[in-house]
């Protein structure tokens, strides 16, 4: 397979306490735990979903101090996501909209060295981001072949599982670790089209997909992986030091 695009974020879920000037409160409601008897455990703000252009949504949550916002902002008011952007755009782009409701902007913070607990910063910490790379194939028949392939091949321990209909492979389902999957782009946009959130995607695209023989490679980093590998503040990660934690 030969690389066409680098590396770049598909998802991020991003938060920030904010000291100081309170930020506007935003959500969509309250979601409360309530014990035997009837007293109240706790409460959370639930995040309010922004639409964008083309049946787009991002999530943002602020309660007057934390702001956190979770979704494919590569995605946000555009028609596709063939092509993202890399951790530097992807925090820029998310401050710009976070910027339209008044809410400041995720920073890196500084560093600080605690003898109990090692390094720390005071700015946003990350605890879910998506990486994608797609590949070209050149042809579909070559992309489906790549797949069966891959389904006998392990990422770390995690034995590659072909779907049902030979589109896609899965690594590590269900983990809380880190799960990936490859998966035939073209396939995967002919599905969503059906769907009113898939019907912007121009036929070029469509047709540069099948052409190619774009296939999808995307790996969700969860929390536990990000913590483990100094991933988690957005002080410690650039684009070089995501790339070298690619699991593949």
């Known amino acids: 397979m030969q690389q066409?695009?680098?590396?770049?974020?598909?998802?991020?879920?991003?938060?920030?306490?904010?000291?100081?000037?309170?930020?506007p409160i935003i959500n969509d409601g309250?979601?409360?735990?309530?014990?035997?008897?009837?007293?109240?455990?706790?409460?959370?703000e639930s995040r309010m979903s922004f639409e964008g252009s083309f049946d787009t949504s991002v999530q943002i949550r602020s309660d007057g101090h934390v702001v956190e916002f979770s979704g494919n902002i590569s995605r946000f008011n555009r028609q596709d996501n063939l092509f993202g952007f890399d951790i530097v755009e992807t925090v820029q782009r998310?401050?710009?909209?976070?910027n339209l409701y008044c809410l400041p902007p995720f920073t890196a913070g500084q560093l600080y060295r605690f003898a109990d607990s090692g390094w720390t910063y005071t700015g946003a910490r990350i605890t879910r981001i998506d990486l994608t790379m797609n590949y070209a194939?050149?042809?579909?028949?070559?992309?489906?072949?790549?797949?069966?392939?891959?389904a006998g091949h392990h990422v770390g321990r995690q034995k590659g599982q072909l779907s049902?209909?030979?589109?896609?492979?899965?690594?590590g389902r269900g983990s809380k670790y880190?799960?990936?999957?490859?998966?035939?782009?073209?396939?995967?946009?002919?599905?969503?089209?059906?769907?009113?959130?898939?019907?912007h995607v121009a036929d070029e695209v469509l047709e540069f997909t099948e052409r190619?023989?774009?296939?999808?490679?995307?790996?969700?980093?969860?929390s536990r992986?990000?913590?483990?590998?100094?991933?988690?503040?957005?002080?410690?990660?650039?684009?070089?030091?995501?790339?070298?934690s690619h699991p593949v």
């Open 164 to 171: 049902v209909n030979g589109s896609t492979v899965e690594y």
């Open 4 to 23: 066409v695009v680098p590396i770049f974020v598909d998802w991020l879920t991003i938060r920030q306490t904010h000291d100081g000037v309170p930020t």
């Open 30 to 44: 309250h979601v409360v735990s309530i014990d035997a008897d009837g007293q109240e455990r706790w409460m959370t």
């Open 137 to 150: 194939t050149f042809s579909q028949h070559a992309a489906e072949t790549i797949l069966r392939s891959l």
């Open 212 to 222: 190619v023989g774009v296939l999808r490679e995307e790996f969700t980093l969860k």
């Open 225 to 244: 992986f990000l913590t483990q590998n100094n991933l988690c503040w957005l002080g410690s990660v650039d684009q070089q030091l995501l790339n070298r």
């Open 178 to 199: 880190v799960y990936g999957k490859v998966y035939n782009k073209h396939h995967e946009m002919l599905v969503h089209r059906r769907k009113k959130s898939g019907s």
């Open 94 to 98: 998310i401050n710009q909209l976070l």
